[in-house]
């Protein structure tokens, strides 16, 4: 009986983080066919998560240097939105600079499973603007890259065009082993 009074009050004084939650009620959120994600609708801060961790926080959420995380109004729970809705698996963070330490509407995909490690990783889709009923499209990342690179324009993947990757590329080789490898590598496969 002790004991069962032990665990009854132990879940009772438990953060509310530890307790399963079901935010998949009115999502609309899509599925990306990934192991462990369930839809996920809730509001949350939108905090520069460096800032939340140690303390360190410059202004505007590092304006676009800082991976931003969202703070759930629910249970003041962290999660990290490591990808918008666009397919290639861009981060988040352009969606939700423009709303730095607002409360905002978010809909997208939590995975957590233990047997991966994941732990309030988020997939971002929508997001509902503090004081609006609408909701938008988290797929801001390639515009504002194409912004940020107009010397990158044309045809296909934005990773085959950016200017970064293929200074990288040319230090490194494709395989980042150095570039007497790569051509080492090339010359067995396409021999």
């Given at each position: ?34 192991y462990g994600e ?22 505007n959420c590092g ?53 991966i490690g994941a ?73």
């Amino acid at each position: 009986m002790k004991k069962t009074l032990a665990l009854i009050a132990a879940l009772v004084a438990a953060p509310v983080s530890l307790m399963a939650q079901d935010f998949s009620q009115g999502s609309q959120a899509k599925s990306w066919n990934l192991y462990g994600e369930v839809p996920a609708i809730f509001d949350a801060k939108v905090v520069d998560i460096l800032c939340e961790l140690t303390g360190d926080c410059p202004d505007n959420c590092g304006d676009g240097n800082r991976q931003l995380g969202l703070v759930r109004t629910d249970d003041d729970v962290l999660i990290f939105p490591n990808k918008n809705s666009q397919t290639g698996f861009q981060g988040a963070s352009a969606d939700l600079l423009p709303h730095c330490a607002s409360t905002i509407g978010v809909d997208g995909m939590l995975i957590e499973d233990p047997d991966i490690g994941a732990q309030n990783i988020y997939l971002l889709q929508l997001i509902r603007p503090a004081g609006s009923d609408e909701w938008i499209k988290a797929n801001t990342w390639s515009k504002r890259w194409a912004e940020k690179h107009p010397e990158a324009a044309g045809k296909g993947p934005w990773f085959r065009r950016d200017p970064r990757v293929k200074a990288e590329i040319e230090r490194e080789g494709y395989f980042g082993l150095g570039l007497e490898e790569d051509k080492a590598i090339k010359a067995i496969v396409f021999e």
